[in-house]
């Protein structure tokens, strides 16, 4: 019912509000029919991809078609406990994800060239 208020009036949303969540603090053993039961409930969804990598379990992204439902989510599970595990719902931000990695990648590449050239961070 919140939404169909947010969609009658004039609502300005905030820039960083979109379509595409990122969850994080999911419990590892979530199946994708369970996700789409608790985040169903807000609105049509277009995908999930649950992570399965060492890096990336315990955390998923859901797309909805609609930003409203999408915004409707973030207000409710925000905090929502599932299996003892309080989730974490955020706006998918492309620049602070690319920001993470492009860090993991410079780290990474100025390891390869410390072995490379045999220069070490150690005082000695």
């Known amino acids: 019912m919140a939404t169909i208020s947010l969609r009658k009036g004039n ?5 960083e509000v979109n379509r595409v969540l990122y969850v994080r603090n999911l419990p590892f053993n979530i199946s994708s029919e369970e ?22 379990r315990g955390t998923a992204f859901v797309v909805y078609e609609d930003i409203y439902d999408a915004k409707t989510a973030v207000d409710h599970l925000s905090g929502f406990n599932v299996a003892n595990r309080y989730l974490i719902v955020l706006y ?5 994800m690319s920001k ?25």
Request: no cysteine.
């Open 100 to 124: 993470k990695f492009d860090q993991k990648k410079k780290e990474d590449e100025i390891a390869k060239m410390q072995e490379k050239y045999g220069v070490s961070t150690k005082d000695k």
């Open 11 to 15: 609502t300005r949303l905030p820039p």
């Open 35 to 56: 996700m789409y039961d608790i985040f169903g409930k807000y609105g049509a969804i277009r995908q999930i991809r649950i992570g399965t990598n060492k890096d990336t």
């Open 92 to 96: 998918y931000q492309q620049a602070k």
